[in-house]
C-alpha cells in the first residue's frame, strides 16, 4: 500500500473557497483546516488519507497538470487558458455550480455594423489594410483567444497582455477591443462594450478536476471512489425526485412512455399498482399531472438527502479516462 497521500486541492480564499466547503459538506464530506484559516494543509473528515491542499485557484491547475494533486476544484476557464490540450491531461469530472463566468469577445457599442466574428474578421482585415497595423485586442485569456480567433479566421490582430481592469482598454486607448470574463455583462455595458452574438467563447464555471498524470494505485482509486460515490449521491439527491403513482391495479406499459416524454426512470418495481419513478425537479409536475390522466388515483412526491446507486458515473468515468491514459 502506497504511503502516499491523496492529495484534494481546494482555492484557499474567497467565495471559492466557501463554496467549496458548502459543496463537499452536502455530500457529508467536511473540509478541515488543521490550525484554522490560515492553514493551508487540512484533512478530509470521512475519507482517510485525503489531504487537503487550500492554494489559489491558478496554482491549482498547475498542481493538477503536475500530477502533485489527485483531483482539485477549479474554473475551466483556468483550465482551458493554461493546459494546451487539457483534456490529455486532466478530466472535468462534474461541474459543480457556482463559479460560473463566460469568457466572451467584447467590442465597442459604437461598432453597430459589428455583430458577429465574420464581421470582426472584416474589420480586421480593413484596419490593417487602412493603417498598416493589426486591431489590439486586450486580455489576460491569450491561449484561448488565440484558439478561437483561429477557429473564427480572424488573422489581423495582435493581444495586448492586460494586467489590470481589462474593460477600460478601449476607453483608455490602449486596444480596440477586448476578451475578458463576465458574469452579467453589466461592467461591460458601462465601459460601452457589447459581447459579439457567437462571442462566447466558453461558459465557465467552477469543476471538479482529475489529474492523469498523478500516481492512481488501488488505494487512491478507492479513496476516488469513495468521494465521488458521496458527491454523486447528493448530486442525485438534488437534482432529482421520486414521483409515486398509486393506481387502482397494477398498470402496464406506463414506463417506456413516462422515459421518452419526461426522461423519467423507474425507481421500483411497480407492485400492487404502486409505481415509483424518477425524474428531475422541472418534470416532477408534468409527469405527475401526465400519471393522474393516465388513471393514477394520487401522487406523490419525494425529496432524498442522497442517493446511492451501484452505478457511479463520475467514478466510472476517471476509471475510463485512466484507461486510456495507460493505453496511449
Known amino acids: 500500500m502506497s504511503s502516499e497521500p491523496f492529495v484534494l486541492a481546494v482555492p484557499s480564499k474567497g467565495r471559492l473557497q466557501e463554496n467549496a466547503f458548502a459543496f463537499f459538506g452536502r455530500a457529508g464530506l467536511k473540509l478541515a483546516q488543521g490550525r484554522g484559516a490560515r492553514d493551508y494543509r487540512g484533512t478530509l ?156 467563447m466558453l461558459r465557465s464555471e467552477a469543476n471538479l478536476v ?18 465521488l460515490a458521496r458527491i454523486a449521491a447528493e448530486e442525485e439527491a438534488r437534482l432529482t425526485r421520486d414521483v409515486v403513482a398509486q393506481f387502482a391495479e397494477k398498470h402496464e406499459g406506463l414506463i417506456d412512455q413516462a422515459a421518452a416524454l419526461f ?9 400492487a399498482g404502486r409505481l415509483t419513478l424518477t425524474c428531475l425537479r422541472d418534470k416532477v409536475a408534468p409527469l405527475a399531472d401526465w400519471l393522474v390522466t393516465q388513471g393514477a388515483e394520487h401522487v406523490t412526491v419525494a425529496a432524498h438527502d442522497y442517493v446511492f446507486s451501484a452505478a457511479n458515473p463520475l467514478y466510472e468515468t476517471l476509471l475510463a479516462r485512466l484507461a486510456l491514459r495507460d493505453n496511449a
Open 210 to 227: 482529475a489529474a492523469l498524470s498523478a500516481r492512481w494505485d488501488d488505494r487512491s482509486k478507492e479513496q476516488a471512489r469513495q468521494i
Open 45 to 200: 473528515d470521512g475519507v482517510d488519507g485525503v489531504e487537503v491542499a487550500f492554494v489559489s485557484a491558478s496554482e491549482i491547475v498547475g498542481l493538477l497538470a503536475s500530477g502533485q494533486a489527485h483531483m482539485g476544484i477549479t474554473g475551466e476557464d483556468l483550465v482551458r487558458e493554461t493546459l494546451d490540450a487539457a483534456d490529455s491531461k486532466v478530466a472535468l469530472l462534474t461541474k459543480l455550480g457556482f463559479g460560473s463566468a463566460n469568457v466572451v469577445v467584447a467590442v465597442p457599442q459604437a461598432w453597430i455594423d459589428v455583430k458577429t466574428m465574420a464581421d470582426l474578421e472584416d474589420v480586421a482585415a480593413a484596419f490593417y489594410a487602412r493603417r498598416g497595423e493589426r486591431m489590439r485586442v486586450a486580455t489576460k485569456y491569450v491561449n484561448l483567444t488565440r484558439r478561437y480567433f483561429a477557429e473564427s479566421h480572424v488573422t489581423d490582430y495582435r493581444i495586448v497582455e492586460s494586467l489590470g481592469a481589462t474593460e477600460g482598454a478601449p476607453a483608455a486607448g490602449q486596444a480596440e477591443l477586448i476578451v475578458d470574463i463576465t458574469t452579467t455583462g453589466a461592467t461591460l455595458a458601462a465601459n460601452a462594450l457589447k459581447v459579439l452574438d457567437d462571442g462566447v
Open 263 to 271: 426522461g423519467a426512470k423507474r425507481r421500483s418495481e411497480n407492485v
